[in-house]
């Protein structure tokens, strides 16, 4: 393992505008962080989107000219979250796929989300699965607890590979819920992974971001940043943009020797259509 993946999860469905004006909403937003965010380094962008009030929404028809406008202005490889909000219904996260992603989240089972429940009974992942294969869109495996792990073993025997036969993962931990976004808590994970998993990456929420990082690529995993998972830089400076996440990530990446991969190779390690 000589480079190291950076996924950008710029927006998520959870930061109100509001509340943070720095938030990429809007579509020509999106496109200007994923620009900057591919400039500094990311090679993936995982995408929410969010209506005219920036709330978010899975309307399809935004969904595709979301699509359109980063496949025009980037290479990133483009991941659509099926993850939505924790509001969303089952079938409009399903009917994500239509908008034709080269990627999409796929997270392995229901989780306590703070004070709410994110959805993802098992009929609904190999719903998701198996429309993920037939459209070939490559699924990115969102682990946000160790049950989780067990359940995407489950799903390989149940459904065997992927599209595209990669097997990615993102753990994403520190949810309120979910496993702590702890150095122990990582290495149990990483080391109930299937033989299958062929890449793995890890995104801390909040202040567990960056020893979370650190301890991922000392592992030879990959990382994801963005204002979906983290909004300070430090204690007491919030984040202005997601491509300076994005720059951070390629820094401590390049200081231990694994700096941030092209969009070709990751379009490679992936098996994402170049
Ligand atoms: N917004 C969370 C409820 C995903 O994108 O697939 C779910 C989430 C996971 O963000
Ligand atoms: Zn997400």
Redesign the pocket.
Known sequence: MTSTLITV?PT???VSKADFPQLPTTLEELVAEAKACEAAGAALV?V?IRDEQAR?TLDLGRLEATVAALRESTSLVVQL??????RDPLEARLAVLDAAPDSC???CGTVN?GD?V?LNPWPFMVDLFEKARDLHVVPEF?LFDLGQVAALRRLLDTCGLPFGGRVHCDF?MGVPGGMPGTVPALVAAVQALPPEVTSWSATGIGRSHLPVAAAALALGGHLRVGM?DNLLLAKGRFVQSNAELVERAARLATLLQRPAMSTAQARELLAVAA
């Open positions: 999860a998520g469905a959870e995982h929410h978010p979250s099926t993850g939505g909000s924790v989240s796929l997270t989300f709410e994110f969102e994403v979906e």
